[in-house]
């Protein structure tokens, strides 16, 4: 196995960030292909941990282990066991939740969601894509589920050297794989988007039931209609449900359906969220409460800024189609755009519309989307219930 020194220990590392980059690197001595797990060693020779290696990532090894133990299939079990064990006792009233989230759970470049009798999971590094097999055997082994989705896509994926791959690797099962969530019935699509459904907002989604009875709302970047769900069930008068995906929208007509929803209390309106706020805008449209849920609107640093106009933008224009006082739902899933970041960007909107924003509730991940203290990255969900008023 190959010997990676690193030149010195830095206070991210030492504290138990689980990233080595670069050019943190001493030396490697010995051979070893990408993907491979390596020793890791601090600059006095003494053993620091075990990760897997890549020279095509600025990340150069993930750290599995801080023991000197051996990485198989035994190791992996383990790793997806304790995960479990840590949530089970805190994902409640659902039969969905994610099972590995990555750094998050130690197990770098993994994602394994449940929905039901069945599993979905996403490989983003070469090093666990070695481990697939291991990964597979113990997940069968632990959960004995009818079907093994494999939704493995993204442009990381090709960073990594690796192809997309997108099918059932185990037993087999439905396109749309029906699950329930906070009481209500939900379906997770295979051809859908990241695992096929966005399971990180199921508590949020549950705050926003009590603030809905008699509403008038829109759901923007709706996807399949999560936040419409929970909007109407906790009474909203209607529900529009905005997003570009129409399969996305197709979706949520079938959950829609499924929970009984009469087809009066509800549209979907497919199209650009920014053009349709702006036009909603300019028609003088009012709403009761919006929901904005945007996917990332930049990856790094170099699109922080156009990340930050994104934002204002639909944050503002919400704000202004909101009645007042009037309930804004927002969210962003942007992983460098900071809690303090966002809270800046919304006092910006909230400056140039005339009006007092109150946080009514706050959120972020659930327990089965761990932060680590240790690994600030894994931190990215900002969450906000505010009650919009004129000033
Ligand atoms: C983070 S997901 C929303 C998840 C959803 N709120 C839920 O809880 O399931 C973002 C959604 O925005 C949609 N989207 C991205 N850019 C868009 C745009 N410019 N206009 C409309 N929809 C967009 C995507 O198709 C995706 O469904």
Not at 132 to 143: A, M, T
Not at 232 to 254: F, I, M, N
Not at 310 to 320: F, S
């Amino acid at each position: 196995m190959a010997k990676v020194f690193l030149k010195r220990m830095n206070r991210r590392i030492s504290g138990g960030h689980l990233w080595i980059f670069y050019n943190e690197i001493l030396k490697v001595e010995g051979e070893y292909e990408n993907g491979s797990v390596v020793d890791v060693f601090r600059p006095d020779g003494s053993f620091f941990g075990k990760g897997y290696i890549n020279d095509n990532s600025k990340i150069r090894v993930r750290i599995l282990t801080w023991k000197n133990e051996v990485i198989d299939r035994n190791f992996i079990k383990n790793r997806i066991e304790s995960a479990l064990k840590r949530k089970k006792k805190l994902v409640k009233e659902t039969t969905a939740f994610r099972v590995v989230h990555s750094e998050g759970d130690f197990l770098p470049g993994l994602i394994v969601d449940l929905f039901g009798d069945y599993l979905v999971f996403q490989i983003t590094t070469l090093g666990m894509e070695k481990m697939k097999d291991w990964i597979l055997d113990s997940l069968v082994e632990i959960f004995k589920p009818k079907g093994i989705y494999e939704k493995s896509e993204g442009t990381f994926r090709e960073k990594e050297g690796l192809d997309n791959r997108e099918e059932w690797v185990y037993g087999k099962g439905p396109e749309l794989i029906e699950f329930e969530m906070n009481g209500f019935k939900f379906l997770a699509d295979t051809r859908g988007q990241k695992t096929g459904f966005f399971l990180d907002q199921r508590e949020n989604a549950r705050m926003v039931m009590d603030l809905a009875e008699g509403k008038v709302c829109l759901d923007v970047f709706s996807y399949t209609g999560n936040f419409a769900v929970h909007l109407l069930k906790g009474g909203a008068k209607h529900v529009t449900l905005v997003d570009y995906s129409e399969r996305a929208l197709e979706v949520a007509r079938e959950i829609l359906k499924l929970n009984g929803f009469d087809s009066s209390r509800y549209d979907l309106l497919p199209g650009n969220a920014f053009d349709i706020l702006k036009s909603f805008d300019r028609e003088g449209r009012k709403y009761d409460l919006v929901v904005l849920d945007p996917p990332s609107f930049a990856k790094s640093s170099s699109n922080l800024e156009s990340a930050r106009r994104g934002y204002k933008e639909i944050n503002l224009r919400a704000m202004r189609i909101l009645k007042k006082p009037g309930v804004l739902v927002t969210s962003s899933c942007t992983q460098i755009v900071s809690e303090e970041l966002f809270r800046e960007i919304l006092f910006d909107a909230s400056f140039d519309t005339k009006t007092s924003l109150t946080v009514l509730r706050r959120g972020g991940q659930p327990p089965d989307h761990p932060v680590l203290m240790n690994v600030p990255e894994t931190q990215y969900l900002k969450f906000y219930i505010l009650q919009v008023d004129k000033r």
